[in-house]
């Protein structure tokens, strides 16, 4: 349970290795690869080691390729997914089994084209419907459409909008000739169209006089018949055209079966495009490459194992403190504290020199969200939710939630209990509807008639998780050697609070006088010039009110607990005023289950806010760089190591 001791590792291999070596490296999944920085320094290296090239690219579109595959099934064979449903497990040689991701690529270019045909077959069907809209007012015009006139008279086809007056459009094209027709073919809410027929060398000058009044000439080059022929022929292009389509769509859905193939396949080109990627950071000559990274301290005798298979050299060093920096965080915690690195990742990993919060602040963290939701009901809900998240196997951040919603479950459900809440007051509320009777769950105090001694309460859990801070916060400046800080900084106070204590409850101020002695002698000692007089009082206001405001936001603890017990029980009433027990069941419940969501993010928000608040402050020392190393890459997939 603390921060992952690393060690430096560089590796220099035949070029001929290269492959092998990344291959390794990806089996163990303990190493973050990274340019051979140190090769790199020295100007005679720099100029021989040139960049890697590992095809990442190429395996980038590859997977991509999978990855649209998949889109494509679930379009058009969409599965029906058990929810919750744990992943599948597949052996670690079968997973790295490259004859089968090729067969899985092969496949995923195969349904790739089906669909590139579809998306063909729809722009095209596409175009033939827009064809037909065009002709559909033309289809009562039974003359063929490249009809261009006789040997005296010529004919065009025009439409004006649906709001332009035929007598205005008559007008128009008589004022440029009287030897003029206009045979209306039809009209609709948009457009009117007719034909218009003129002597040959007036037509122009009809069609341009026409234009005043919003005239259109229409052509269709290139097509012969009548529109009715056209539109017919055009019909029947879409049902072929359609045949084709359930033709395709029916050999997409016939792979329905080997969709486990394809997301298997996604899996293995993404780990295949996570190890080009590593591959393409090392530096190389002709005949060798080098590499740099990092690895856990207790992984570097299975990596030896596996380096000396390679043919190839290689050292390990610690760390020096000009590297700290940039070597990446690591947190080993138990199945206990785990579930709290969702809390820590959230907020910021700790720095390499700081220190693993996870199991100083778990007895907080529970105790903090169990006291905000305080009742069986709800506890139970979690309970159950975490174990139904767990039948999945989740990873990540899954994982984590389904951890904080079991504990935080318990502490829920032993805070119900000692507060007499399930559900809010709903059993007694039930029984009262049921029998008549009076029932009352047992309980220590309840947040309604108890609330100032669990606002008292709430703070000395404040105060408490507050020195819990100091204590860390002392502990790190004594090994780091400021004894002087230490002492002027956490101890001080700690006798302030000691005194304070004794003139409560003993009735003596020496105590107290002494601390407060030593608030003053502190900024003297370590302060400088001018310092050591501004320190006093700066030292004093800002931990009178720092600590006063710190202790004050605990008070949450009560809000929250008294704000949920209310809203409970309100929704209870609420239920119980038709007097009908069902009635009363499905208004508590609804009720209930808005108050569980709202409770089930706020208290964990509110916790949240005092951890990293009011005791990261005291000692935490942010801003570590998450351990990535390489490894297989599986969204779809567990993979069993061998």
């Known amino acids: 349970m603390a921060i992952v001791k690393m060690k430096k590792l560089r590796v220099i291999a035949p070029r001929a290795m290269r492959d092998e070596l990344m291959g390794q490296l990806l ?41 649209s595959a998949l889109r494509v099934m679930a379009r058009y064979a969409p599965e029906k997914k058990k929810l919750l449903a744990p992943r599948p497990t597949v052996a670690e040689a079968a997973f790295l089994d490259s004859a089968a991701m090729e067969e899985g690529y092969a496949l995923a270019q195969q349904i790739n084209g089906w669909d590139g045909q579809l998306r063909r077959l729809t722009a095209e069907e596409g175009t033939i419907r827009d064809e037909i809209e065009s002709l559909l007012p033309w289809e009562g015009l039974d003359l063929p459409l490249e009809t261009a006139g006789t040997r005296t008279c010529a004919l065009a086809l025009a439409n004006v909008p649906a709001a332009v007056d035929m007598e205005s459009v008559a007008d128009a094209a008589e004022s ?100 080009a990627e590593a591959a393409e950071r090392l530096r190389g000559t002709d005949s060798i490459v080098a590499l740099e990274g990092w690895c856990p301290a207790e992984e570097t005798d299975r990596l030896v194992q596996a380096l000396q298979s390679c043919d190839c050299a290689w050292e390990f060093a610690d760390p020096a403190p000009e590297e700290y920096p940039d070597v990446p965080v690591k947190l080993k915690n138990n199945r206990v504290t785990r579930p709290l690195n969702m809390v820590t990742e959230m907020y910021s990993l700790p720095a390499y020199t700081g220190v693993d919060p996870n199991p100083l602040m778990f007895p907080f963290f529970i105790l903090f969200y169990g006291m905000m939701m305080a009742d069986m009901g709800y506890g139970l809900l979690m309970l159950v939710g975490g174990l139904l998240l767990r039948r999945s196997r989740p990873r990540g951040m899954m994982d984590y939630m389904s951890g904080l919603l079991l504990m935080g ?38 947040p309604l ?88 009082f700066g030292s004093v206001y800002n931990h009178v009110t720092g600590f006063f405001g710190d202790i004050l936001s605990y008070s949450r603890l009560m809000a929250l607990m008294l704000a949920g017990s209310v809203i409970a029980q309100v929704f209870n009433t609420l239920g119980a005023i038709p007097g009908n027990i069902v009635v009363f069941v499905v208004i508590s419940m609804v009720g209930n289950a808005l108050n569980f969501a709202l409770n089930l993010l706020g208290c964990y928000v509110h916790d949240l806010r005092l951890q990293c608040l009011e005791f990261f402050n005291k000692f935490y020392e942010d801003g570590g760089r998450p351990f990535r190393p390489l490894d297989m890459q599986t969204k779809f997939v567990d993979i069993v190591k061998e």
């Open 449 to 536: 008639n108890d609330t100032l001694a669990i606002l008292i309460g709430s703070m000395c859990l404040g105060f408490v998780h507050i020195v819990t801070g100091m204590a860390v916060s002392f502990a790190r400046k004594i090994k780091a050697g400021a004894v002087l800080d230490a002492v002027f900084e956490e101890v001080t106070w700690w006798v302030v609070f000691a005194g304070l204590g004794c003139m409560f409850l003993l009735g003596t101020n020496i105590v107290l006088y002494a601390g407060l002695a030593m608030v003053v002698i502190g900024p003297i000692v370590t302060g400088k010039g001018m310092g050591k007089i501004t320190g006093i």
């Open 176 to 275: 440029a000739t009287e030897n003029v027709q206009l045979l209306l073919v039809s009209q609709d809410e948009q457009l009117k169209c007719f034909v218009v027929i003129a002597l040959k060398d007036e037509l122009t000058a009809v069609l341009e006089a026409m234009r005043t009044v919003g005239c259109t000439q229409v052509s269709f080059p290139g097509v012969t018949g009548t529109a009715r022929d056209n539109i017919d022929a055009r019909k029947e292009q879409l049902a072929e055209l359609n045949v084709r389509r359930r033709e395709l769509e029916d050999l997409i859905t016939h792979e329905r079966g080997r969709m486990a193939e394809l997301r298997l396949t996604a899996d293995r080109l993404a780990t295949a495009a996570a190890q």
């Open 27 to 67: 089996r163990l999944g303990c190493v973050e690869v990274h340019e051979p920085e140190g090769m790199l320094a020295d100007p005679d290296a720099a100029a021989l080691l040139r960049p890697e090239r590992a095809g990442l690219p190429e395996a980038r579109t590859r997977q991509a390729e999978v990855e």
């Open 409 to 446: 479950g318990v502490s829920t459900f032993f805070f119900g209990a000692i507060t007499g809440g399930f559900f809010g007051d709903f059993l007694t509320q039930a029984v009262k509807l049921a029998t008549g009777k009076d029932f009352v769950l047992p309980s220590l105090f309840t």
